[in-house]
């Protein structure tokens, strides 16, 4: 079960916290979650699971509030389209076995959160909704095989250049951190080189939450402008 706190009035987007510990299963694609690793895939096929244990109650408050004035900064009526229908506030929030902190279930139409100390490091709750919503974002718009092939997008990096083997690896490597901008011409972060959904979900990210950051990267680096300009363009058409 679940109790729902009562959204902002701007805003169709139900909060919820799970009061028990929760394992959700549902059935969506896993072709690209595994890149490093194809038996996890395979011993999964498409079964999907997220554990959601109940939010800590001494941050829950306080993070309720910083998701929905975030939420707030989107027009209502855009959930229904992508496919969110509720935020639920959890603690231990795994993904497929792997920790997490923040991830949407777009087959359950839910995005998980964890209930974490915001204080620790200011700004990251933030930057990781926008992150998330991103990819939701990304889905509706590509579907879930092109969103991750995206030739349009790939056509704006150095011929050259190859993704890594996915956000996956990436946080299991501990080189996800989002402070890291040390991405090299063309890229906003070391964590956007991981994959192409994940190269689009850090500038989408980077510019909602740190628009100077991403105007300065971004002034001198065409590719990235680019990139920019094209995620401009498609949510315009939303």
Same mark, same amino acid.
């Given at each position: 079960? *679940?109790?729902?706190?009562?959204?902002?009035?701007?805003?169709?987007?139900? /909060?919820?916290?799970?009061?028990?510990?929760?394992?959700?299963?549902?059935?969506g694609s896993n072709k690209y979650n595994?890149?490093?690793? &194809?038996?996890?895939?395979?011993?999964?096929?498409?079964?999907?699971?997220?554990? *959601?244990?109940?939010?800590?109650?001494?941050?829950?408050?306080?993070?309720?509030?910083?998701?929905?004035?975030?939420?707030?900064?989107?027009?209502?009526?855009?959930?229904?389209?992508?496919?969110?229908?509720?935020?639920?506030? *959890?603690?231990?929030?795994?993904?497929?076995?792997?920790?997490?902190?923040?991830?949407?279930?777009?087959?359950? !139409?839910?995005?998980?959160?964890?209930?974490?100390?915001?204080?620790?490091?200011?700004?990251?709750?933030?930057?990781?909704?926008?992150?998330?919503?991103?990819?939701?974002?990304? !889905?509706?718009?590509?579907?879930?095989?092109?969103?991750?092939?995206? &030739?349009?997008?790939?056509s704006l990096n150095a011929p050259a250049?190859?993704?890594?083997?996915?956000?996956?690896?990436?946080?299991?490597?501990?080189?996800?951190?989002?402070?890291?901008?040390?991405?090299?011409?063309?890229?906003?972060?070391?964590?956007?080189?991981?994959?192409?959904?994940e190269d689009k979900a850090e500038i989408?990210?980077?510019?909602?939450?740190? &628009?100077?950051?991403? /105007?300065?990267?971004?002034?001198?680096?065409?590719?990235? !402008?680019?990139?920019?300009?094209?995620?401009?363009?498609?949510?315009?058409?939303?």
């Amino acid at each position: 079960a *679940c109790s729902t706190i009562p959204p902002h009035s701007s805003n169709h987007l139900r /909060i919820s916290s799970s009061d028990k510990d929760r394992d959700f299963h549902y059935t969506g694609s896993n072709k690209y979650n595994f890149r490093s690793d &194809p038996s996890r895939q395979s011993k999964l096929g498409n079964q999907k699971n997220v554990i *959601c244990g109940a939010p800590t109650e001494k941050w829950k408050n306080e993070v309720q509030t910083l998701i929905q004035d975030e939420l707030d900064r989107y027009p209502a009526e855009l959930w229904a389209k992508v496919g969110l229908d509720e935020v639920i506030l *959890c603690t231990g929030l795994m993904f497929q076995g792997q920790r997490r902190f923040l991830g949407p279930a777009v087959g359950l !139409r839910k995005l998980f959160v964890e209930t974490l100390d915001v204080r620790e490091d200011p700004g990251y709750l933030q930057y990781a909704l926008h992150h998330e919503l991103f990819h939701v974002f990304d !889905r509706y718009q590509l579907g879930d095989e092109k969103m991750y092939e995206d &030739p349009s997008w790939q056509s704006l990096n150095a011929p050259a250049f190859h993704y890594g083997d996915g956000g996956d690896a990436a946080i299991e490597r501990k080189d996800a951190g989002w402070k890291n901008r040390q991405g090299g011409a063309g890229f906003i972060s070391l964590y956007s080189r991981s994959a192409v959904e994940e190269d689009k979900a850090e500038i989408f990210a980077t510019g909602v939450t740190q &628009p100077n950051a991403l /105007i300065k990267q971004s002034g001198s680096d065409e590719r990235l !402008r680019a990139k920019a300009n094209l995620i401009r363009d498609r949510l315009e058409t939303m």
